[in-house]
């Protein structure tokens, strides 16, 4: 005969340790299955901790559903909304590609350091970039890239 102790009796005692973690949660639809779910492996302060985009919370349940997580697919979706709407990803901040320095051109744009080299010349020769064209002026800079990355350009 096993033991059996409700999810809830166990945040009213404080046994889980969550109770002033669960607290913190914001309020909302897919709060208490959170809580009840994250906390069947982990504490619920790891869920929390992170900042993700929809997909990246769909990706982080549906491994933990491999990992043994029991839920319903209705807990599933509930969760990952939840976890969305609560600890969205950090909005990264835009590159100013006037100021930028050549590591960053490197980074935030995914440039070869040959590339990034070339904007800061292009820029020290031709002044400041006014557009996405004219960025795509620098010689031996691939397009695509630049227009996969345009939306975290700015040109102030």
């Given at each position: 005969m096993g033991f059996r102790i409700s999810y809830r009796t166990l945040i009213l005692t404080g046994l889980l340790g969550a109770a002033p973690v669960f607290g913190q949660f914001p309020d909302g639809p897919g709060k208490e299955e959170t809580a009840r779910l994250c906390s069947q492996c982990h504490e619920l302060e790891r869920a929390s901790s992170l900042r993700q985009d929809m997909a990246g919370w769909q990706d982080t349940v549906a491994k933990m559903s491999s990992l043994g997580m029991k839920a319903t697919?209705?807990?599933?979706?509930?969760?990952?909304a939840y976890l969305a709407k609560a600890f969205p990803a950090e909005t990264i901040p835009k590159l100013?590609?006037?100021?930028?320095?050549?590591?960053?051109?490197?980074?935030?744009?995914?440039?070869?350091r040959s590339q990034a080299a070339a904007v800061i010349e292009y820029r020290k020769?031709?002044?400041d970039f006014k557009s996405l064209d004219d960025l795509k002026k620098v010689?031996?800079?691939?397009?695509?890239?630049?227009?996969?990355?345009k939306d975290r350009l700015t040109f102030q």
């Open positions: 697919d209705a807990e599933v979706q509930a969760v990952t100013n590609v006037n100021k930028a320095a050549q590591i960053d051109l490197e980074s935030a744009l995914s440039l070869r020769e031709h002044g010689p031996g800079i691939d397009a695509a890239k630049i227009d996969a990355k």
